[in-house]
Structure formats: structure tokens, C-alpha cells
């Protein structure tokens, strides 16, 4: 299984309606996905002090990597992903992806 993490900086001015709907877009496209086993979204608490600035993230579990390639090179989500790329500081440089492969 691929454990995909997302973690994002948004703009100090981003909107938060559009963070919430670009989110829960991402959200729905995912769960619609053959190969998707879970999602989840939401913000950072950052309980441990340790991710100052990355205010929300999603993580979408992938049976495989098949499926996370597939989910990657989707037409809805390089458009949803540039949607997200648009409200986070620097762009694509406010966004940190983690990939764990898990069993």
C-alpha cells in the first residue's frame, strides 16, 4: 500500500472557502478512484510544535502504485492540483508530498 501525505502552506490571504472546496474536491475526485482505500482531509493541529505553517493535508491510501500513478496523471487532478498550487506560498514549493510505502 502507498501512503500518500500532503501537507499544505496556504497563502496568508488564500480564502478559506476556496481552501475547503479545492480540498473537498480532491477529497471526492479520490474516494471515486479505483484503487483509493481511504481519504482523509483536514487541518494541522500541530500538537508537537513541529510543522509551523502547514495548515492542512490530506492523505490518500493507495492499494498500490498503480494506483497513485494513475491518480497522478488524471486530467481532474492536475487540475484540482493546480487549483491547490494557486492558494499555497511559492506554489508548488508550498506543498510537501510524502509517499510511505506501508504494508
Given at each position: ?103
Amino acid at each position: 500500500m502507498i501512503v500518500h501525505c500532503v501537507f499544505c502552506r496556504f497563502l496568508p490571504d488564500a480564502p478559506p472557502d476556496d481552501i475547503a472546496d479545492v480540498l473537498e474536491a480532491l477529497a471526492r475526485f479520490a474516494r471515486g478512484l479505483s484503487g483509493v482505500q481511504s481519504v482523509e482531509v483536514g487541518p494541522n493541529r500541530d500538537f508537537e510544535g513541529k510543522s509551523e505553517g502547514f495548515g492542512h493535508g490530506f492523505i490518500i491510501r493507495f492499494r498500490d502504485r498503480a494506483a497513485l500513478e494513475a491518480y497522478a496523471v488524471d486530467p481532474t487532478h492536475v487540475a484540482l492540483g493546480g487549483r491547490l498550487c494557486a492558494l499555497c506560498i511559492g506554489g508548488a514549493d508550498g506543498i510537501m508530498v510524502f509517499d510511505l510505502e506501508v504494508s
